[in-house]
């Protein structure tokens, strides 16, 4: 049951355009929503989060987007520029019985910024 | 200040083997959390370790199972291979446990043939 879903597993934008990426979640018990960005060969790096009881954060380029009442949230790049080409993970934490905090990932959405 | 540095990079065991994954976690950082990446798919939560104790752990059988040092290093312990423990390991350190503070290491990609 997967609890954090990317249903686009691949994106083309161009150059200096808009991308969305979009991310649905299932579980109420989220609290925090957070964007990685991995490029291959390399570890996640932590792009951009959104507490629950917020529904907009913007960083430079980069604004995320939270609907709870549709429990989805969107990434929003603008512009985008060949550099952003690479997988964006979507994850979302709950916090375990054990007191610890732990991430449910999505699959990943594909960038492809073309110059 | 460095990073999280895992090692090895990449690595090739028979099914039935145990293998061990190390991470070294960024300075000043004391949790460490670890995440099984299978091919086309998200990083799945395992466990996290923090001040030495694990306090959290995902869906994963007791062959999977952690250490971490005095010096916040882990490692990673899996028996039994199977071939669908095939996958990227990935290692993040952390300050007392917050997730946002994650840093992550490369990986290390494990094929069991």
């Known amino acids: 049951d997967q609890q954090v879903k990317q249903n686009s597993p691949s994106l083309s934008v161009q150059e200096g355009r808009i991308s969305i990426l979009n991310c649905d979640y299932t579980?109420?018990?989220?609290?925090?929503f957070l964007w990685y960005k991995k490029y291959p060969a390399e570890g996640p790096t932590f792009l951009i989060s959104?507490?629950?009881?917020?529904d907009k954060n913007e960083d430079g380029r980069f604004t995320v987007f939270l609907n709870k009442s549709a429990k989805h949230l969107s990434l929003h790049i603008v512009p985008s520029q060949p550099g952003d080409s690479a997988v964006y993970f979507c994850?979302?934490?709950?916090?375990?019985?054990?007191?610890?905090?732990?991430?449910?990932f999505g699959k990943g959405t594909k960038l492809s910024v073309i110059p | 200040e460095t990073g999280v540095t895992q090692s090895p990079t990449h690595l090739i065991k028979t099914r039935g083997q145990q293998v061990t994954l190390r991470c070294s976690s960024q300075?000043?950082?004391?949790?460490v959390s670890w995440y099984q990446q299978a091919l086309g798919q998200g990083p799945q939560f395992i466990f996290q370790?923090?001040?030495?104790?694990?306090?959290g752990r995902g869906n994963f059988p007791p062959r999977f199972s952690g250490l971490q040092f005095p010096n916040y290093s882990s490692e990673l312990n899996v028996n039994a291979l199977e071939l669908d423990d095939s996958a990227l390991y990935l290692c993040?350190?952390?300050?007392?446990?917050?997730?946002?503070?994650?840093?992550f290491g490369s990986g290390t990609r494990l094929t069991v043939v």
């Open positions: 993040a350190s952390s300050l007392g446990g917050l997730f946002y503070g994650y840093t």
């Open positions: 579980n109420s018990m989220f609290d925090y």
């Open positions: 959104i507490s629950s009881i917020k």
């Open positions: 994850a979302a934490s709950a916090r375990s019985g054990a007191g610890s905090y732990q991430l449910t």
């Open positions: 300075s000043g950082h004391n949790t």
């Open positions: 370790y923090y001040r030495e104790e694990e306090n």
